[in-house]
């Protein structure tokens, strides 16, 4: 036995080394799965933001196609079907339509708000008492398939409604809801126009001139 007693130091070096290494493998490895597995979940977190921006970028062009379309200018203000109904009757006809348009699109109503023809608007300095403007002020919570279908509606929507301001930002915390400011400037004729008036003329003389028909034999 003593002859391998000049062999003890190597044995036990070998010996530290090997547990040395066995242990490095035990606390290497499972990093090396963690930080694989992290590469993974950036990798899949990194896709789901370029889809969700592709889907913003989509919503801030329709807006903007919104905005530029000439199809606005060709709308109709909308007009009463009788004389003195008011300002609240003429914001509450319209605004109710918005407010439905949002609650069909699944979108909430964090907030919202209106103001009476503002000053700057050139239709009310063309006279109160020919125009009624109002804006609608709101913050939205939606998604981004909800939020479109929203400004389609609106786009869609047959009396002209001016979009003063849209601000879409995606919640911090959940990547998928926006929140959206969104300013809408609503526009009605305060009394018929002589378009409508005359068109109900026109319908009522063709409805006397068919009774005013005799009957056949």
């Given at each position: 036995?003593?002859?391998?007693?000049?062999?003890?130091?190597v044995?036990?070096?070998?010996?530290?080394?090997?547990?040395?290494?066995?242990?490095?493998?035990?606390?290497?490895?499972?990093?090396?799965?963690?930080?694989?597995?992290?590469?993974?979940?950036?990798?899949?977190?990194?896709?789901?933001?370029?889809?969700?921006?592709?889907?913003?970028?989509?919503?801030?062009?329709?807006?903007?196609?919104?905005?530029?379309?000439?199809?606005s200018?060709?709308?109709?203000?909308?007009?009463?079907?009788?004389?003195?109904?008011?300002?609240?009757?003429?914001?509450?006809?319209?605004?109710?339509?918005?407010?439905?348009?949002?609650?069909?699109?699944?979108?909430?109503?964090?907030?919202?708000?209106?103001?009476?023809?503002?000053?700057?608007?050139?239709?009310?300095q063309?006279?109160?008492?020919?125009?009624?403007?109002?804006?609608?002020?709101?913050?939205?919570?939606?998604?981004?398939?909800?939020?479109?279908?929203?400004?389609?509606?609106?786009?869609?929507?047959?009396?002209?409604?001016?979009?003063?301001?849209?601000?879409?930002?995606?919640?911090?915390?959940?990547k998928?809801?926006?929140?959206?400011?969104?300013?809408?400037?609503?526009?009605?004729?305060?009394?018929?126009?002589?378009?409508?008036?005359?068109?109900?003329?026109?319908?009522?003389?063709?409805?006397?001139?068919g009774?005013?028909?005799?009957?056949?034999?």
């Amino acid at each position: 036995m003593d002859k391998y007693k000049k062999y003890y130091g190597v044995i036990i070096f070998c010996v530290l080394v090997a547990g040395l290494i066995a242990f490095a493998y035990k606390s290497i490895v499972p990093k090396v799965d963690e930080l694989k597995g992290l590469q993974t979940e950036i990798q899949d977190l990194t896709s789901k933001k370029d889809g969700k921006n592709k889907e913003l970028s989509i919503v801030k062009s329709r807006i903007e196609q919104i905005n530029k379309s000439n199809v606005s200018a060709l709308k109709k203000l909308f007009s009463p079907v009788e004389s003195g109904l008011g300002d609240d009757t003429l914001f509450f006809t319209l605004y109710n339509d918005v407010i439905e348009m949002v609650h069909a699109n699944s979108v909430k109503i964090k907030a919202i708000d209106y103001t009476y023809n503002p000053n700057s608007d050139k239709f009310v300095q063309a006279g109160k008492d020919v125009y009624f403007v109002c804006d609608v002020n709101m913050e939205l919570v939606s998604n981004y398939v909800n939020l479109g279908k929203l400004l389609q509606d609106l786009y869609q929507y047959p009396y002209y409604i001016k979009i003063n301001e849209i601000d879409v930002k995606p919640y911090e915390k959940d990547k998928k809801i926006l929140l959206t400011t969104l300013s809408l400037r609503l526009y009605a004729h305060t009394a018929p126009s002589e378009e409508d008036t005359s068109e109900s003329q026109g319908a009522s003389e063709a409805a006397l001139d068919g009774a005013e028909t005799p009957l056949p034999q």
